[in-house]
């Protein structure tokens, strides 16, 4: 553990002499990082060891665990400190940063995309629109660093692909200058996740208890109140009557589409009041859709591959995207024969308890497979149609119109067929 002390002098050293300037310290992070080598030397359960060990542990920026499972403090100075964060969930969060400085991956794997905002519409000062776009992504694995900027110019997602993850992270406190510290809602929305007003706060716990205490007039409730609130304060009753409405299990099971309607009937009033930004937030309800599926047809999948394969479609839209992470993941394979491999594994996990297999779709044969393997390679229904016919003569052709349908509208095919 001696490393970390001797990592923190020099990054202690370093920015000292550029004059603590905040620009500088993410490459001088970083460097440190690269020369100290840390993981080679030690793991992410030698740092637990090490502070269960110890009488007193330098002090903890982070001591009720806001960001991290935990979070541990191994150096503090003045003006920076280092942490090793440890992540037993991945999460698709995509968020920028109020502070600077560098982080390395200690154990584990992560997906990792960064993105560009360009901002439409600023609603206030903890609420815009605009158009979110992927810049980058790639596979960090033990060793890899990135450096940190504060604000706008490193907005980010980590998705941590192994059980636990752990990073090591030199950083700065939060700088005033660089707040709010927004979270992205793709494609269009960034809100301030730690905007607190009491009188909202209070709002959004008595529309839980509507719910909970099982009130027929709730969704009415929530109509009222979203008619008569701002935009940004419309997100956050919606993220809320979402919750409740998704977390009602018998409506889940035996009337699905009401909740689906009551919360169609929210966005409409949304829409309404608050015109092309209220409609802006459609898009976004619809991707945590998306998402939710996804993650409910991982927790099916215990198979590594499987699981990295969900992950992909959780985090990355576009073809290009996912095939140049399974060929960084797998280069010697074909990224398209890998995904026609995994999904057909995927359609033969049976889900106990329901008609469908792992993918979600019920009956997902060789005309399915067909179809999909035609479709990631580029081709349009018309030419699938085609070769069908040419491969299968005398076959219907509406049998392979109704799988290219299938495989479209799946939800878990989207992300590669954007």
């Not at 060990?53 to 100075?77: C, E, H, M, N, W």
């Not at 859709?289 to 839209?317: G, S, W």
């Not at 140049?324 to 010697?332: E, N, S, V």
Request: net charge negative; hydrophobic share 40%; proline share 4%.
């Amino acid at each position: 553990m001696e490393l970390f002390d001797k990592l923190g002098d020099e990054v202690e050293d370093l920015w000292r002499e550029s004059n603590y300037n905040e620009d500088e310290l993410p490459a001088i992070a970083a460097e440190c990082l690269k020369r100290a080598r840390v993981p080679e030397h030690l793991s992410a359960w030698d740092v637990i060891d090490w502070s269960l060990k110890q009488t007193d542990l330098p002090r903890q920026r982070d001591v009720y665990a806001a960001f991290g499972d935990p979070p541990i403090t191994v150096y503090s100075a003045p003006r920076f400190y280092i942490d090793v964060y440890f992540w037993f969930e991945g999460t698709t969060t995509t968020h920028q940063h109020s502070f600077c400085g560098a982080f390395q991956v200690l154990a584990g794997s992560s997906i990792h995309s960064w993105y560009d905002f360009e901002r439409r519409e600023t609603v206030n000062s903890f609420c815009e629109i605009g158009d979110m776009s992927l810049k980058t992504c790639e596979l960090l694995e033990v060793g890899d660093i990135q450096e940190i900027w504060a604000g706008r110019r490193y907005i980010h997602s980590l998705f941590h692909l192994d059980h636990p993850s752990a990073t090591i992270v030199i950083r700065t406190e939060r700088s005033q200058l660089h707040l709010p510290q927004f979270s992205y809602e793709k494609p269009y929305l960034a809100i301030d996740p730690f905007f607190e007003d009491n009188t909202t706060t209070k709002k959004l716990q008595a529309l839980s208890a509507l719910y909970r205490g099982g009130r027929k007039d709730a969704d009415e409730q929530v109509i009222g109140l979203l008619k008569r609130s701002d935009l940004q304060t419309c997100y956050l009753i919606l993220v809320q009557a979402r919750g409740f409405l998704r977390s009602n299990q018998l409506t889940e099971m035996f009337t699905p589409e009401a909740a689906k309607t009551s919360f169609a009937a929210f966005l409409d009033v949304v829409a309404e009041k608050h015109k092309a930004a209220g409609d802006a937030l459609r898009p976004v309800f619809e991707r945590h859709d998306m998402l939710d599926e996804i993650l409910t047809r991982r927790r099916y999948v215990t198979n590594p591959e499987h699981r990295f394969f969900m992950a992909l479609l959780l985090n990355v839209e576009g073809r290009s995207y996912i095939f140049a992470l399974i060929k960084q993941r797998y280069p010697d394979a074909d990224p398209i024969e890998k995904v026609l491999d995994w999904t057909f594994d995927l359609a033969q996990i049976r889900i106990m308890g329901t008609e469908t297999n792992a993918l979600g779709i019920a009956d997902f044969g060789d005309d399915e497979m067909f179809a999909l393997e035609h479709l990631l390679n580029g081709s349009d229904d018309g030419a699938i149609r085609d070769k069908f016919v040419a491969e299968q003569p005398g076959r219907d052709v509406s049998a392979i119109d109704a799988a290219i349908a299938k495989v479209r509208d799946s939800v878990l095919f989207r992300p590669l067929l954007t």
